[in-house]
């Protein structure tokens, strides 16, 4: 089972990894980071915002945030402006920072029970398992889109959860 402090220390690791992207995605132009790189959602920005679509909804669950206004399929669109979605995330990791801070090993412990519009039926599962999920769906995406980065030109920061500053 994971802990609070961990939930806390993933969280700061989202927030440094996301800003570590945007700031190599920034180097690129508009059609770059839209242009199909043949990743599962397309693009860079596609990308970003299924991963941040899957927070939105993760957090809807987790912390009582609006759930998105589409569903998983049109999650690549969500965001398609750039400033918009890098305020988007900005906000969203500060918000997911605040809920780790606040999380409790009680509430990692329980069971969260939720309805699945993806999958069209209801689930239970403790919520540390689902808390892990979400940090890994996170990182699985987030190493596509440095591999697209990368492939267009752009250079990402450090990746190593050693390596990251304590201010992150």
């Known amino acids: 089972m994971i802990s609070p402090d961990h939930v806390r220390l993933m969280a700061r690791y989202n927030a440094w990894q996301n800003r570590s992207l945007i700031a190599a995605a920034d180097t690129l132009d508009a059609a770059a980071l839209v242009a199909d790189r043949g990743g599962f959602w397309g693009g860079i920005l596609p990308t970003l ?35 918009a979605y890098c305020d988007a995330r900005i906000t969203a990791d500060a918000d997911i920072l605040d809920w780790a801070g606040r999380v409790s090993q009680d509430a990692l412990s329980a069971e969260l029970t939720w309805y699945s519009g993806v999958m069209e039926r209801e689930f239970s599962q403790p919520l540390w398992q689902l808390v892990t999920h979400f940090f890994n769906h996170q990182t699985h995406h987030r190493g596509q889109v440095h591999a697209m980065l990368t492939a267009a030109g752009a250079r990402p920061g450090d990746t190593d959860l050693i390596l990251m500053p304590e201010t992150a």
């Open 49 to 83: 915002s299924h991963v941040l679509w899957g927070d939105c909804i993760w957090m809807s669950r987790f912390d009582g945030w609006d759930k998105p206004a589409v569903g998983m399929q049109g999650s690549p669109t969500m965001i398609a402006d750039w400033d």
